[in-house]
């Protein structure tokens, strides 16, 4: 009798689980989609996960919801993420056969606006919460596939350290495997924030348009070749190597960009700027340092910060050289931010 009551009230419980992930700093850049449908990238890419970018996402999928909820901090998200979200959430509710709604709950530990993209981590922390909230054990690849889907670059910051992300030719070859574990090579990012203000062209849109430059068949003709230089440079740590063909790398990717004609507000524009004036007196710095011997190298990703990649052991040294030439511009505040190779997306306790 009493087992009956509790067996006719019985709600079905929600179903939760909390992941984290982190963003990552791509060395080889994803730039230009084969199918924007699904985000086939045109080009294998190379990143690695940054261990102080982190997001932290919290999915219960309970019945009694009549739509989805997102809230990033302490606010409801905006119409435009929470959209965003809600797809993706249909895609791993399609995988589960479940029509819950979902209560998502999502936090960054870095700033936005910074250069470090949050959709990266964020995507990938969805994709681990959301699937592991209704049940569905993915292997690392699935979940990679998965996250892929809801922003190219969140496959990466699935596996851990140093990642490569294969093309493929199809949604279910084209995903990210860890080459080298984060404890690998001591080597890292310091972030220099140049402006924190929104930039024009959104990445999704720089991909669509770099099929136009008329450096982008170059750029893909001598990529797997650049890509297996950097690959091995990685795994054998020749930081000269890994560094020279980084920064030439970024700097191809930006040539695209700035070759990469558009039409906004009825004006042609011959291409896209991702960098501020402060960015190219930056990259200058650089060249410079070097020439005094220090050891670093840039890579910039669709925005003005510009990312000095270094061994740990010089992290010091490169900090106060972007110290002294902030010291030589008055007016400039350079805030730093730095990050070391960082681990997989991981289910933890909320
Ligand atoms: O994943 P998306 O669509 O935000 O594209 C990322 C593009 C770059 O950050 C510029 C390059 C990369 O490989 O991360």
Redo the contacts with the bound molecule.
Sequence with gaps: MYGRALHQKAIVMPQTATARAHA?L?FV???GKADASINLPLNN?I?MNLNQATTITTVTFDDRLTADQVVVGDAPASAAFATRVSKHLDRVRDLAGNRSHAHVHTVNTFPAGAGI?S??SGLAALSLAASAALGLKLDERELSILARRG????CRSIPAGFVEWYAGQANDDSYASSIAAPEHWAICDLAVIISRAAKKIP??EG?ELARGSIFSQVRLDQLPARTEVIRRAILERDFATFGRETEAEALA?HAIAMTSAYTAGNAWHSGVYYWLPETLELLIAVQEWREQGLPVYFTL??GPTVHLLCPAEAADQVLAAVHATAAERPGRAWEVLRNDPGGPAVLIEP
């Design positions: 990552n791509a850049k994803y730039w890419s990143s993209a959709s990266a922003s190219g670059s969140a990445s999704s991909h990717m990703d669709a």
